[in-house]
């Protein structure tokens, strides 16, 4: 895979965290104030870094063909769970990821709930509130810059992808003061959903000893077929939903 394809894939999965993790960071300081949030921020980035520091190493030592097995299907699982939901969202079936009701959802939750202080953390459940928002996205952003750094042995370049997305998010998002609503983060986890499943099955295959005929150039045929089997199922589910709609409407008359 090339430098660039790395970057963007990464850019594309890590800012979908990203943006999860502002919305509750934006909650947290904007009802309860920021020292507590921004605390909370901090120490969760500071679990983060110890778990890419004692990660990295480790899964750099593991021989190059049970990476990729273990690793391919990791992402394959992984990216089956982001595929099934978007296909889903997509099809009518579950409802779009609403950023802003999340957002207006925390933020009730926030001003109603109590102050206490503990140690340094003069409110609690603000400073755990980011915590625990920045850490689960983070790991998640660890996870995406280790497997696929690691596999194609460009830790480096896809830190840089990562990094990139979530600089760009949280800028715009203290700059606006607001949840990324305008976001199509739907069709973003649609194509994350792609592209992971497309990567752990060439990387899982690769590790189980298939070899691929153009070797990384296969990637171009099956991401457009891993994106041509969703949209399929997308359409099908569309038309059963419309299907069993009218159904039930005809029986109800």
């Avoid at 079936?93 to 003069?122: C, G, M, N, P, W």
């Amino acid at each position: 895979m090339s430098g660039t394809a790395l970057v963007l894939a990464v850019f594309l999965a890590c800012a979908v965290e990203a943006v999860e993790a502002l919305t509750i960071v934006l909650a947290a300081g904007v009802t309860r104030g920021w020292r507590s949030p921004l605390l909370g921020v901090g120490a969760a980035l500071l679990v983060l870094a110890v778990v890419v520091a004692v990660l990295g190493p480790a899964v750099g030592r593991i021989p190059i063909g049970a990476m990729q097995l273990v690793i391919g299907t990791l992402l394959l699982v992984f990216g089956l769970q982001w595929l099934r939901k978007a296909i889903l969202r997509a099809s009518g079936y579950k409802a779009l990821h609403d950023e802003d009701k999340i957002y207006q959802e925390q933020v009730a939750a926030a001003e109603t709930a109590s102050h206490e202080s503990r140690a340094f953390v003069t409110d609690w459940y603000g400073f755990t509130l980011a915590f625990k928002g920045v850490l689960l996205e983070g790991l998640e952003v660890a996870f995406i810059v280790i497997t696929f750094g690691s596999v194609q042995g460009q830790i480096g370049t896809a830190s840089l992808g990562a990094a990139a997305a979530v600089v760009l998010v949280v800028a715009v998002g203290l700059l606006v003061r607001a949840p990324l609503a305008k976001v199509p983060e739907n069709t973003m986890k649609f194509a994350v959903g792609v592209l992971l499943t497309a990567f752990g099955t060439f990387w899982g295959a690769e590790g189980a000893g298939v070899q691929w005929p153009g070797a990384d150039a296969a990637l171009l045929v099956l991401v457009p077929g891993v994106l041509a089997v969703s949209l399929a199922y997308v359409a099908l589910l569309r038309r059963t939903g419309v299907a069993a709609r009218t159904q039930n409407a005809g029986a109800a008359s």
